[in-house]
């Protein structure tokens, strides 16, 4: 079964740090990979994806993520980090094999809290 | 910007209760999910709804478990008899096309006592 592996649950920063959060998924087929964000008390929003194409994505708020198939890997980056990104980060995948009409599986999550 | 809304943001109920949580997807949108987040768990996927039917759905989605798009705007989901077990967050979804974005609504807190 298709599964994604998020490896730090708690990462603690200070603003201007720079941000590499881990992702990884199991499948050997064609996947969609997304990073979702959920601030305090918000909605899940997407922050980037990747269907095909160049491997490094830009999303929204200054964050990208390179997807890199012999890994298995969809890292979260960003260069500087802002309190304002505290949030919750959420990778999913969306495995065209599955037939699912968008049916997103998620890793566990990555609270990220940022101190000024 | 549109959005996808849910009502109750927080329901409490009691054991063996049928509970439905109301979903407004985003007019244009022809793909409509729910998935659920147990606390300190996965958001996880419960079903997907297409053309008016079922398209997906995971084990969670048992017989208990009920969709439904009554009239042109809602979707609901219907638990027939909660169990504590279905305390979780329950999040609402729609995308325009099969593998576009998903927008997610803000979520219900589902507390059965």
């Known amino acids: 079964a298709q599964s994604v592996s998020q490896h730090n649950h708690h990462v603690i920063l200070s603003e201007a740090a720079s941000l590499e959060l881990g992702c990884n998924y199991s499948y050997g087929g064609t996947v969609n990979l997304f990073w979702y964000v959920q601030y305090p008390g918000q909605h899940l929003q997407l922050l980037l994806k990747?269907?095909?194409?160049?491997?490094l994505v830009k999303g929204i708020k200054g964050f990208e993520a390179e997807f890199i198939k012999s890994k298995f890997s969809f890292n979260l980056r960003k260069p500087s980090v802002q309190w304002s990104d505290t949030a919750e980060y959420f990778c999913?995948?969306?495995?065209?094999?599955?037939?699912?009409?968008?049916?997103?599986?998620f890793g566990a999550g990555t609270r990220l809290a940022v101190h000024p | 910007e549109p959005e996808v809304t849910q009502t109750p943001s927080h329901q409490v109920t009691q054991m063996g209760q049928e509970v439905i949580l109301r979903c407004v997807p985003i007019?244009?949108?022809?793909?409509f999910y729910w998935y659920r987040q147990i606390l300190g768990q996965k958001v996880e996927f419960l079903v997907s709804f297409y053309n008016n039917e079922i398209s997906e759905k995971s084990e969670i989605f048992d017989d208990q478990f009920s969709v439904e798009r009554p009239d042109g705007s809602n979707f609901t989901l219907k638990i027939r008899s909660t169990k504590l077990e279905d305390s979780a967050m329950y999040f609402c979804?729609?995308?325009?096309?099969?593998?576009?974005?998903?927008?997610f609504g803000q979520g219900t807190r589902l507390t059965v006592v």
């Open positions: 990747y269907f095909s194409g160049d491997p």
């Open positions: 007019s244009n949108h022809l793909y």
């Open positions: 979804a729609s995308s325009d096309r099969r593998e576009g974005e998903a927008f």
């Open positions: 999913a995948v969306n495995t065209l094999f599955s037939g699912g009409y968008n049916k997103l599986i």
